[in-house]
Structures are given as C-alpha cells and as structure tokens.
C-alpha cells in the first residue's frame, strides 16, 4: 500500500472528515500537523504546488488535494486502486 501523508491544523472540519475517510477504509497515514509551524507549512504549500488550504494529501508520489478532492476519488471509484499502487 502506498505512504500516505496528510497535512493538518487543529480544529480542521475538513482534515477530520478526510482522516475519517481514510479511517473507514482502514489505511494507515502520517499525518503533520502544520498549526503552529510556519516551515511545515511552507513545506505543504511547495509540495502542493502552491496550494495553502487544509488539509494536503498525498498518496506516494501523488499529490491528492484537500479533502474534496479525497472524497471526489473515492465516489469515483478510484481511491482503492491509487492506495493500492
């Protein structure tokens, strides 16, 4: 199964609803909580490609998105076999 990283803040509807997801499917991640460390959030935001918002997932070497983005790939179907991979 593919490495999955999730960057976080506190009191993040969104970073709960994506890390239940993940949860529910039984997939393990690491996650980083950016709340109160400015590199870490730097670091997000060049590894997101500019993207700032909460949460930033990645599966391995791909870069999901937020939340919705989660969501929108498992209703299509396509979230298994990227965490697969």
């Not at 460390?37 to 997932?57: C, H, W, Y």
């Amino acid at each position: 199964m593919a490495e999955v990283v999730i960057y976080t803040r506190q009191l993040c509807g969104f970073c709960t609803a994506a890390k239940r997801l993940l949860e529910r499917k039984g997939v393990a991640y690491k996650e980083h909580d950016a709340t109160f460390d400015q590199d870490l959030r730097k670091e997000m935001v060049q590894k997101a490609n500019g993207r700032s918002t909460f949460p930033q997932i990645f599966v391995g070497d791909t870069h999901v998105g937020g939340c919705d983005d989660l969501h929108d790939l498992d209703r299509a179907g396509k979230l298994d076999a990227l965490l697969a991979a």
